[in-house]
């Protein structure tokens, strides 16, 4: 493996490689936490207590977007470009950027390297991860600058903003192709005050969109355009799943929440027709990781705000900047329900045949989940007090594992032990259930197989 890291040698002899994924990240937030205690990053000149730039770091780094601080009007520029740098590695990852700075520098990667960048980025094969990676670096870069160029001329010269303008338009690019949903609008507004701008609108959306489908999809696309062969027929299986997925579920969420809210004088009522349109698309789009709100969602009748639940536990393709059990297991999961429901064995899309492990993997994500969504509700629920209802807990802690950060204005008001259920909940969103419980077990094959008895379900 020739001159391999000896620190890494180490590390790889104390943790396995889902251990230091998670670790990786945990360093990430403690080293941004420390930063924004300093007095430098906030406008007070006192810094952050430890748990609100505990909670502050964890949420960029983990790209969700909740937060106990008003980001527009409490921090620095110092602070406000810590929280944009965080947001940036938490979207891309962290052995991605090492890596495409170790090529940079001229190092080999080495094979335990390698390794590393295969389970941060979720592949199923070693072969081709630099390259990968190296591709991931150059389609966030294009994007982000094309998109931030556009609102930062928009900020600049058609609202008038100056150089502040450009700030905001680079700054807001990142935050949303990272599908972080922060914004430094001030006074917790978001992008409230732009529901009715279609530059924002279409440029924030298109940027949650590209950086939900994930870089394979983009990876597959980028290649379909170089062969000038564009055929339906010809995209991966995992492509054509998360390009119908999203579609459908971007389709149908804008219909439902026009129509849920169109009459109501607190969102939507009060809009032209097209606005309120592009605000239910808008709101569609982003409630899948990103975060970012043109309506005040503390008025969302709550039939709007299942909906929002749910496409935030759903969330954005698998390999993306986004989170939530991600749509490639969603649509496994219900295909599998389906064939199930008729009796076949095999689950079969896209005249494709999905690999068993694949829909079991679908089957355990989904369920964990679950539970961990209904054990942190359970929680908050508890040192609630009756203060909230349920379905504002139940928003509050999907938006944080989905790492969506969508708010509805109870965030800064929980108790201490409150945002430590959020901040775990954060955390273990962006690096993933089941590398969060596999970093604390074992795994390997039972060899012993004990004999079968029928019971009775259902």
């Not at 298109?206 to 995209?235: H, N, P, Q, Y």
């Not at 938006?399 to 708010?407: A, D, E, N, Q, Y």
């Amino acid at each position: 493996m020739g001159k391999e890291n000896k620190f890494l040698r180490w590390l790889g002899e104390v943790f396995n490689g889902t251990q230091l994924v998670a670790l990786s990240f945990m360093l990430v937030i403690l080293a941004g936490a420390f930063l924004f205690t300093l007095p430098i990053s906030t406008q007070n000149g006192e810094g952050l207590t430890f748990l609100d730039a505990m909670f502050t770091a964890t949420s960029a780094t983990c790209v969700t977007g909740l937060t106990v601080i008003d980001v527009g009007n409490q921090l620095t520029w110092f602070g406000k470009m810590v929280l944009i740098v965080l947001i940036q590695i938490g979207g891309l990852g962290i052995m991605t950027m090492t890596t495409v700075v170790m090529v940079i520098a001229g190092r080999k990667v080495s094979l335990r390297e390698r390794l590393l960048l295969q389970e941060s980025m979720s592949q199923t094969e070693i072969s081709g991860v630099v390259r990968i990676a190296i591709n991931i670096i150059k389609y966030t870069a294009c994007i982000e600058f094309v998109f931030g160029t556009i609102l930062a001329l928009h900020f600049a010269l058609v609202k008038d903003m100056g150089w502040l303008g450009v700030m905001y338009g680079y700054w807001h690019s990142v935050s949303a192709f990272c599908n972080a949903g922060f914004d430094l609008m001030g006074d917790y507004k978001s992008l409230i005050d732009y529901s009715g701008d279609v530059v924002v609108n279409l440029s924030i959306a298109l940027l949650i969109t590209l950086g939900g489908l994930g870089f394979m999809v983009l990876e597959d696309i980028k290649r379909a355009i170089k062969k000038k062969d564009l055929s339906w027929t010809k995209f991966a299986l995992h492509t054509k799943i998360v390009l119908v997925s999203s579609v459908a579920l971007n389709v149908i969420g804008t219909v439902l929440l026009w129509l849920f809210e169109s009459d109501n004088p607190y969102t939507m009522g009060n809009m032209s027709l097209f606005d309120s349109w592009m605000a239910a698309f808008f709101q569609a789009v982003s409630a899948r990781t990103a975060g970012f709100n043109t309506v005040d969602l503390m008025h969302l009748h709550d039939s709007s705000l299942f909906i929002l639940i749910i496409w935030m536990f759903i969330g954005a393709g698998s390999g993306s900047t986004g989170g939530g059990i991600k749509t490639t297991t969603f649509v496994v999961l219900m295909a599998s329900l389906w064939y199930m429901l008729k009796g076949q064995r095999d689950v079969v899309m896209f005249g494709r045949r999905i690999d068993e492990k694949i829909v079991d993997k679908s089957f355990v994500i989904t369920v964990l989940c679950m539970l961990w969504v209904m054990c942190a509700t359970m929680a908050l629920l508890v040192i609630n007090h009756e203060n909230y209802p349920f379905v504002d807990i139940l928003f509050e802690v999907v938006s944080g594992f989905g790492t969506v950060g969508l708010g509805i204005g109870i965030t800064p008001d929980w108790a201490p032990f409150g945002k430590w259920i959020l901040i775990l909940t954060m955390y273990i969103g962006r690096i993933g259930i089941l590398t969060f419980i596999l970093s604390f077990l074992s795994t390997g094959n039972n060899k012993i197989r004990f004999p079968s008895e029928h019971i009775n379900i259902g």
